[in-house]
T-cell receptor, first 116, second 114 residues
Framework: EAGVAQSPRYKIIEKRQSVAFWCNPISGHATLYWYQQILGQGPKLLIQFQNNGVVDDSQLPKDRFSAERLKGVDSTLKIQPAKLEDSAVYLC??????????????FGPGTRLTVL | AQKVTQAQTEISVVEKEDVTLDCVYETRDTTYYLFWYKQPPSGELVFLIR??????QNEISGRYSWNFQKSTSSFNFTITASQVVDSAVYFC???????????FGTGTKLQVIP
């Protein structure tokens, strides 16, 4: 079974530029998550989708970050414009969504973003 | 509010030594789930174990074992006879029933020296 796919693996941009990350979850997984992991810290949830609806985006900086999952499968996370503090690894995860917090999340390899 | 504390920032051990990674959690729910993930240098978070709050049985999987104690709100992870391939950052995480959000600890970086 294929795991969670992400691209690109690495991205270097200048501040104020835009960037987009793509994620394809494990087949059949209804729930998709985007996390931000700053060096030396644990992952922080940015947004959670169940199918194509948003479940939680309370920690997404909506003035510059946006995400969509139009067909309930793959997803795109965008940053526009990027700031220096956005330098981090962006992790995508998916789960079956059996509900009740019992889901195990499976993670992709991440995209390492460097903002200069 | 849920919280996970991993007090050990970095641990170094010599190969074949046993090592225990500590995890302490806080939650108001009676039903919750605890997880351990491994993050090797490649960056991908690898799922190791999930435990629900009603199952306090310790678990052993090869060289890995987990000790869940509700009385002390701890879910510690022991690697027996450590190997260089165990070098990674290990994260403990918690989710509460009825709420899909997972809270991660800050991680413990384990270095196994040959």
């Amino acid at each position: 079974e294929a795991g969670v796919a992400q691209s690109p693996r690495y991205k270097i941009i200048e501040k104020r530029q835009s960037v987009a990350f793509w994620c394809n979850p494990i087949s059949g997984h209804a729930t998709l998550y985007w996390y931000q992991q700053i060096l030396g810290q644990g992952p922080k949830l940015l947004i959670q989708f169940q199918n194509n609806g948003v479940v939680d985006d309370s920690q997404l900086p909506k003035d510059r970050f946006s995400a969509e999952r139009l067909k309930g499968v793959d997803s795109t996370l965008k940053i526009q414009p990027a700031k220096l503090e956005d330098s981090a690894v962006y992790l995508c995860a998916s789960s079956l969504a059996t509900g009740g917090g019992a889901d195990t999340q499976y993670f992709g390899p991440g995209t390492r973003l460097t903002v200069l | 509010a849920q919280k996970v504390t991993q007090a050990q920032t970095e641990i170094s051990v010599v190969e074949k030594e046993d090592v225990t990674l500590d995890c302490v959690y806080e939650t108001r729910d009676t039903t919750y789930y605890l997880f351990w993930y491994k993050q090797p240098p490649s960056g991908e978070l690898v799922f190791l174990i999930r435990r629900n709050s009603f199952d306090e049985q310790n678990e052993i999987s090869g060289r890995y074992s987990w000790n869940f104690q509700k009385s002390t709100s701890s879910f510690n992870f022991t690697i027996t006879a450590s190997q260089v391939v165990d070098s990674a950052v290990y994260f403990c995480a918690l989710s509460e029933a009825g709420y899909q959000k997972v809270t991660f600890g800050t991680g413990t970086k384990l270095q196994v020296i040959p």
